[in-house]
């Protein structure tokens, strides 16, 4: 039982590059998240999925895309990255108590 | 929206010492409460979730407490040790499917 995954753990990226970040979680959860989390800030919503086939915006959407893929895996894409999105970024995924798992995050540059 | 707010943001203490992390919210109308450990590098640990129907959790030398009509909550830590450094955050649902995080307090005890 892996709970919530996250490829890769660091990436660097030269502005106007894209990339996608891969979660999976294998505890059957319905819903699942993405946040990024940056000094000072606290950790803010970007995208989430209550259940297969449907995602929404969070607080800070702009510049990224989401694909649920299926129950167990949720990615987050960035078409053209640009340097406001280096940060770290965290999946996770989300009890039917609303009790959140997170993932081991994803540390991102941009340059 | 909910404004979620962690004070102190650093806090050093001796080892052996009993001591109290506060958590206030804006808006009382919440679900639950979340507190989660962050170590450096880290992803988030889940430590206690409180449901709006409840007062207090306990783990180990953990006790959360929650007073949804003063909007807020304090994590008590028991006899700490060197190994509880970290920084602990909490959260709070009103919906269910948005989650409003504090930017956490970090704990340094020292041996």
């Known amino acids: 039982n892996a709970g919530v995954t996250q490829t890769p753990k660091f990436q660097v990226l030269k502005t106007g590059q894209s990339m996608t970040l891969q979660c999976a979680q294998d505890?059957?959860?319905?819903?699942m998240y993405w946040y990024r989390q940056d000094p000072g800030m606290g950790l803010r919503l970007i995208y989430y999925s209550a259940s297969e086939g449907t995602t929404d915006k969070g607080e800070v959407p702009n510049g990224y895309n989401v694909s649920r893929l299926n129950k167990r895996e949720f990615s987050l894409r960035l078409e053209s990255a640009a340097p406001s999105q280096t940060s770290v970024y965290f999946c996770?995924?989300?009890?039917?108590?609303?009790?959140?798992?997170f993932g081991p995050g994803t540390r991102l540059t941009v340059t | 929206k909910q404004e979620v707010t962690q004070i102190p943001a650093a806090l050093s203490v001796p080892e052996g010492e009993n001591l109290v992390l506060n958590c206030s919210f804006t808006?009382?109308?919440?679900?639950?409460l979340q507190w989660f450990r962050q170590d450096p590098g880290k992803g988030l640990t889940s430590l206690l979730l409180i449901q709006s129907s409840q007062r207090e959790q306990t783990s180990g030398r953990l006790n959360a407490s929650l007073d949804k009509s003063s909007g807020r909550s304090t994590l008590y830590i028991a006899a700490s040790q060197p190994g509880d450094s970290a920084t602990y955050l909490c959260?709070?649902?009103?919906?269910?499917?948005?989650?409003?995080f504090g930017t956490g307090t970090s704990l340094t005890v020292i041996p």
């Open positions: 505890m059957n959860h319905n819903s």
């Open positions: 808006d009382s109308a919440i679900y639950n």
């Open positions: 996770a995924s989300i009890h039917t108590t609303y009790e959140q798992y």
């Open positions: 959260a709070v649902t009103n919906t269910g499917n948005q989650f409003y």
